[in-house]
């Protein structure tokens, strides 16, 4: 497709479960971010791509997150140990030059 | 510390009326502010920017104002039409339009136009 695409669209784990977030940017889009957007609130930044490594990860909460993009293109957002908080829409973003465009997020449930 | 906030959590107006949507930030170091509109179950997208050098941004219907001494902006749809409904939010960033990736989002109006 045209557009940045996340998967799975919908996860349901457990605490203390290992889980991965994909996302496929807009080909030839060069920077990748992603965000977290809890319930009520504005989405929150994460981390944020250029190219292969990660320009900036100030926002990722502790050291139970951790993102990777070993080639540049898709990226994968790797949550350990899953609390009850971690349960939000996490949204990916790619840009080119300046403009964000959005996925429609990954729906992390975690019981 | 919410830098960005959306103090409205909803608005509701008649079709064809304007409806202002206002944002209000605490860090003096933001330099560019953004709207994004989003529908559920999408992803936010761009609808309009301003820079701080500017005190207004106008595209079609939708114009934003900025009043760098109040630390305040606001949104303005007129006319506005039922296909407006959705939640709006407002960002801001630090280091000019080149740095527009790592926003700071404010909690989101959502807006209903009723025909």
């Known amino acids: 497709g045209a557009g940045v695409s996340q998967t799975p669209s919908n996860k349901v784990t457990e605490k203390g479960k290992y889980v991965e977030l994909r996302c496929d940017p807009i080909s030839g889009h060069t920077a990748l971010y992603w965000y977290r957007q809890s319930l009520g609130q504005g989405p929150e930044f994460l981390i944020y791509f250029q190219g292969t490594g990660a320009a900036d990860d100030s926002g990722l909460p502790n050291d139970r997150f951790f993102a990777v993009r070993p080639e540049g293109s898709v990226s994968t957002l790797k949550i350990q140990r899953t609390e009850r908080g971690d349960s939000a829409v996490y949204l990916c973003?790619?840009?080119?030059?300046?403009?964000?465009?959005f996925g429609e997020g990954s729906r992390l449930t975690v019981l | 510390d919410q830098q960005v906030k959306q103090n409205s959590p909803s608005l509701s107006v008649q079709e064809g009326r304007i409806s202002i949507l206002n944002c209000d930030y605490t860090?003096?170091?933001?330099?560019?502010f953004l709207w994004y509109k989003k529908y559920p179950a999408e992803g936010p997208t761009f609808l309009i920017s301003?820079?701080?050098?500017?005190d207004k941004n106008e595209d079609g219907r939708f114009t934003v104002f900025l009043n760098k001494s109040a630390k305040h902006l606001s949104l303005h749809i007129v006319p506005s039409q039922p296909g407006d409904s959705a939640v709006y939010f407002c960002a801001a960033s630090a280091g000019g339009s080149s740095n527009t990736g790592k926003l700071i989002f404010g909690q989101g109006t959502t807006l209903q136009v009723k025909p």
């Open positions: 860090n003096s170091m933001f330099d560019y």
């Open positions: 973003a790619s840009s080119l030059n300046s403009e964000l465009f």
């Open positions: 301003i820079s701080s050098i500017k």
